[in-house]
């Protein structure tokens, strides 16, 4: 499932209510989870239950305002939507285990939109993409499934995101370039027109990209240089070699 947004920074200055709200539940309960359920309270399209966590201590609690409601495996079943929050640099390969193993269709994820983006018309979403406030999109954007766009992103013509990317705060990408599947992109990270980052590779945080960083690799500085394999588990490393 993808689909095409047309909201425009601004478009959302007044308030909106809906009656036909679907009812939403965030998978997670860590930062970026918060992070996204406060991007869809931000819009009038969801009625956001609350958050499903296996941490035990977080049973029962009540976080900004929203519940726990349990645990992960209780919302195989239902018609409620999801988003997978999950978004941490130090097991980025988790939003892909848990997609994988809840083997939910498409239709059951959220495509969550704060409405203080701004994605042009040309842009193409997939189901369970997270985008948060102040992300840009300009023209001929594909962004694919269940990916993590952090504040403050810049996406310009023609660039490709594929399924389960994470690109991080304040992330400026040049026209036509290529993020793989799985890739991790830190927090202020440039990378230069038409370059392509590979499946699973990891660039860190402030680096400039001047060239394709091969899949499941670790890059970063200025600019940035290959620093050995990315921190992701052999079993997805041994998916794109």
Request: proline letters at 5%.
């Given at each position: 499932m993808s689909v095409r947004s047309d909201r425009a920074l601004g478009s959302w200055d007044e308030p909106v209510t809906r009656v036909d709200a679907r009812q939403l539940v965030i998978v997670g309960a860590g930062g970026f989870s918060r992070e996204a359920a406060?991007?869809?309270?931000?819009?009038?399209?969801?009625?956001?239950?609350?958050?499903?966590?296996?941490?035990?201590?977080?049973?029962?609690?009540?976080?900004?305002?929203?519940?726990?409601?349990?645990?992960?495996?209780?919302?195989?079943?239902?018609?409620e939507l999801l988003a997978i929050g999950i978004g941490r640099p130090d097991s980025y390969t988790t939003r892909m285990r848990l997609v994988e193993g809840l083997h939910l269709p498409d239709e059951r994820y959220a495509?969550?939109?704060?409405?203080?983006?701004?994605?042009?018309d040309t842009t193409t979403i997939g189901a369970g993409t997270i985008v948060l406030s102040s992300v840009v999109s300009t023209a001929a954007v594909r962004i694919g499934r269940h990916v993590a766009l952090m504040p403050a992103s810049v996406l310009t013509h023609d660039n490709e995101i594929g399924d389960f990317a994470t690109l991080a705060t304040g992330?400026?990408?040049g026209g036509g370039v290529s993020i793989g599947p799985g890739a991790y992109i830190?927090?202020?990270?440039?990378?230069?027109?038409?370059?392509?980052?590979?499946?699973?590779?990891?660039?860190?945080?402030?680096?400039?990209?001047?060239?394709?960083?091969?899949?499941?690799?670790?890059?970063?500085?200025?600019?940035?240089?290959?620093r050995g394999a990315a921190p992701v588990p052999l079993d997805v490393l041994e998916r794109v070699s």
């Open positions: 406060a991007a869809a309270r931000a819009c009038a399209d969801w009625d956001v239950l609350g958050f499903v966590d296996d941490a035990e201590h977080l049973a029962g609690t009540v976080i900004d305002g929203l519940p726990v409601l349990g645990g992960i495996a209780t919302v195989s079943t239902g018609d495509t969550i939109v704060h409405p203080h983006s701004s994605l042009g992330v400026r990408l830190g927090a202020s990270v440039t990378v230069r027109e038409n370059v392509v980052i590979g499946a699973w590779a990891m660039v860190g945080m402030g680096s400039v990209v001047t060239r394709d960083v091969p899949p499941g690799e670790l890059w970063f500085g200025n600019p940035a240089r290959h």
